[in-house]
């Protein structure tokens, strides 16, 4: 038990055997059962985190466990020489709910990186090799994703990266028309940006992103690996702006906790690429399809979209209700949320929060988000309200 403790000497056993990469691990969690997890010292957190908007059904739920169980029992994995009748399901159920039925076509990959990677390669097989993306969006931190993201503090030590990305103010229409010309071969947006702090793109961007895209017949890609999968009270953001992009990324909530990514490419953008030109061992494992099929289905059969905007528009209300001098605002759509304080976040606020039991992301500058499991309950959003105040409280008279 020594190398899962959350205390000094635990924290000794990951750093001999694990890279820092996100330096100091938080918590030690090893159970979760619906929106809750435990740590290694036994105390119970609402997760409000989600794995960063992934465990779009909670953690353990008995379809996700059953449809891996039973996968796993029959067939593990194919690679992508042969195809299994669950991939292919997937791939017509995920058509199915964007609307695309008739139009769409699926790549499958691993992660929101990989998804984004492959969506500017596939940008490439246009013929171009421009690409405009927008200050503060993320993609990604494989390089080809690292290019597109548009934050410099992760970019830096990188250099150089993949030529022929230009970066845009987000939510900016004119300066968007302004970058993209007929040598553009993709815009890349966020129709929310989620590691940016949850800003929502401004109304009618999405649709002059569509019609400026159209007009020089470049690809749009919308990357809604944050905002896909019924995270903002739509199966789609796409859908609630009215607008059918070229490209759709998509990972995280998909897998419902495995690894699964997916393109979503529609029409023409659906055909570029040719057999050979991409591709990835695990891409379309059967085990992580059988896992998204139950998200799917589980979404559906439980009026999880509806359920969804119900609850973020109460956490909002509440959050936007909340008479605490910290707290400035609430902005997002549906549970990807991001509570606006008057003050720079801190890693305080995530400790006070978590003391309290509720596991929360805090993103700089000034943002806590909430991304939690879209089965999150009534009583556990109303607890969280309940609490907020008093845990601010505490990084208030602490610091
Ligand atoms: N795109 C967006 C919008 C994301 O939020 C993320 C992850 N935070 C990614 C891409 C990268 O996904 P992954 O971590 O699965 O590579």
Same mark, same amino acid.
């Given at each position: 038990m020594d190398a899962l403790s959350s205390n000094a000497d635990g924290r000794q056993h990951w750093q001999s055997a694990l890279m820092d990469n996100y330096g100091t691990p938080g918590l030690?969690?090893?159970r979760g059962e619906g929106a809750r997890v435990w740590d290694a010292d036994g105390a119970e957190y609402v997760d409000l985190v989600g794995g960063i908007a992934v465990n779009a059904l909670g953690h353990a739920h008995?379809?996700?466990?059953? +449809?891996?169980?039973?996968?796993i029992t029959k067939l593990g994995h194919t690679s992508n020489l042969y195809v299994?009748?669950?991939t292919v399901e997937l791939a017509e159920a995920?058509?199915?709910v964007a609307g695309l039925a008739a139009q769409g076509k699926v790549l499958f990959v691993n992660s929101g990186a990989e998804a984004n990677e492959a969506a500017l390669k596939i940008s490439r097989l246009t013929g171009r090799t421009k690409v405009v993306a927008c200050e503060g969006a993320f993609h990604g931190r494989t390089m080809g994703s690292l290019s597109l993201t548009g934050q410099p503090g992760k970019k830096q030590p990188f250099e150089p990266l993949v030529p022929g990305v230009v970066h845009v103010p987000f939510g900016d229409a004119d300066a968007l028309r302004a970058a993209v010309d007929t040598d553009t071969a993709a815009?890349?947006?966020?129709?929310?940006?989620?590691?940016?702090?949850?800003?929502?793109?401004?109304?009618?961007?999405?649709? +002059?992103?569509?019609?400026?895209?159209? +007009?020089t017949g470049t690809l749009l890609v919308l990357d809604e690996v944050q905002t896909g999968i019924g995270r903002t009270g739509d199966w789609f953001a796409f859908q609630r702006a009215g607008i059918v992009p070229d490209l759709i990324t998509l990972a995280k909530g998909l897998g419902g906790g495995l690894p699964l990514g997916a393109v979503i490419g529609v029409g023409e953008a659906g055909e570029l690429l040719k057999p050979g030109q991409h591709g990835t061992t695990f891409g379309g494992n059967p085990v992580c399809c059988a896992?998204?099929?139950?998200?799917?289905? +589980?979404?559906?059969?439980?009026g999880l979209i509806d359920h969804v905007s119900r609850v973020g528009k109460d956490i909002a209300a509440g959050v936007e209700d909340m008479a605490h001098p910290l707290v400035k605002g609430v902005r997002g759509a549906g549970?990807?949320?991001g509570i606006m304080l008057n003050e720079p976040v801190s890693p305080a606020v995530a400790q006070a929060a978590q003391a309290a039991g509720y596991l929360?992301?805090?993103?700089?500058?000034d943002t806590i988000r909430l991304a939690p499991p879209l089965i999150l309950s009534q009583e556990q959003a109303e607890g969280f309200l309940a609490a907020l105040p008093g845990a601010l409280d505490t990084t208030t008279t602490k610091d």
């Open positions: 030690t969690l090893v008995p379809d996700i466990v059953a +449809a891996v169980t039973e996968q299994n009748p669950v995920l058509l199915d815009v890349f947006l966020e129709p929310i940006l989620g590691e940016g702090g949850v800003i929502p793109a401004p109304d009618g961007y999405l649709q +002059a992103a569509r019609e400026i895209t159209k +007009a896992a998204g099929l139950a998200v799917l289905r +589980a979404i559906s059969r439980d549970l990807l949320i929360v992301n805090p993103v700089a500058p």
